[in-house]
């Protein structure tokens, strides 16, 4: 697992307790229930109301993928797989290759390899597998989408809450000793508001974007992969140009 998304949202919020305390805050200010309940809840309920039922049980996935995602396998390592099939392939034939699709774990390369060892045609192999990638890419952005949404809420659902602080507050005029915690605990709700949009739903729609550009960018290399390994290309032509396909960076840290 990825958990950088999870160290993340830790410094943010020791940051936020950290400037409070030099300013002479209160940290446990911040624990106020009901603004809590109202920022939190009402934002989720808020972005919920602009799903469908069928995206909705889909979000447990949303939000594993957002805080915990499943690590990405390095290039380097998906391009050595590649080759030692093409080595295979080009040694003993597609038909070779049947005993070793069975023990790969990457369903997307399984399922291309097999397509290729059952005969399709290579165009039309292409087709289905990047029609697979753009199915992801969407599904992802919906994901994403969800998660910025309630960023957006977030903030004016925690002004709301101060407004209605605020409405009690002048409620009680008469009581001048407890307007101060009072017009404090209204503007709590605000700050709320602000932090779980760019502390926590902004950030997690951004983190699923990058996995989902991740995944996707891997896909895309194993498609060309599977290509070469298809039309017989030779195991060090198939390593260039697959090499060309990743980062600089990737190369010289597999090279360290």
Do not use: H
């Not at 998906?78 to 049947?98: C, F, M, N």
């Not at 992801?136 to 957006?152: I, Q, Y």
Request: proline fraction near 7%; charge should be negative.
């Amino acid at each position: 697992m990825d958990p950088a998304t999870l160290i993340g949202f830790v410094l943010s919020l020791v940051a936020l307790l950290v400037f409070m305390i030099m300013e002479g805050a209160d940290p446990m200010s911040l624990l106020f229930l009901p603004a809590i309940i109202l920022v939190i809840v009402a934002t989720f309920g808020a972005a919920m109301s602009s799903q469908t039922m069928d995206d909705l049980k889909k979000m447990p996935g949303w939000f594993k993928m957002a805080v915990l995602p499943a690590k990405v396998p390095p290039p380097t390592q998906q391009i050595q797989t590649l080759v030692s099939l093409a080595e295979k392939a080009r040694k003993e034939g597609l038909l070779a290759l049947e005993a070793q699709v069975k023990a790969i774990e990457d369903p997307f390369l399984k399922r291309g390899l097999q397509m290729g060892i059952d005969g399709t045609d290579p165009e039309e192999l292409r087709t289905v597998l990047e029609s697979e990638i753009s199915a992801k890419k969407a599904e992802d952005k919906v994901a994403a989408k969800f998660m910025n949404t309630m960023g957006g809420y977030a903030p004016t659902i925690g002004i709301v809450g101060c407004i209605v602080g605020l409405m009690n507050v002048m409620g009680s005029l008469s009581d001048p000793e407890a307007l101060g915690p009072m017009i404090a605990a209204a503007f709590v709700a605000t700050l709320w508001g602000v932090m779980a949009a760019n502390f926590w739903f902004l950030p997690m729609g951004a983190k699923i974007m990058r996995v989902s550009e991740l995944q996707a960018a891997q896909m895309e290399l194993l498609v060309e992969g599977i290509a070469e390994i298809q039309a017989g290309t030779s195991p060090r032509a198939v390593r260039q140009k697959l090499n060309a396909l990743i980062p600089p960076s990737e190369l010289a840290k597999e090279a360290a």
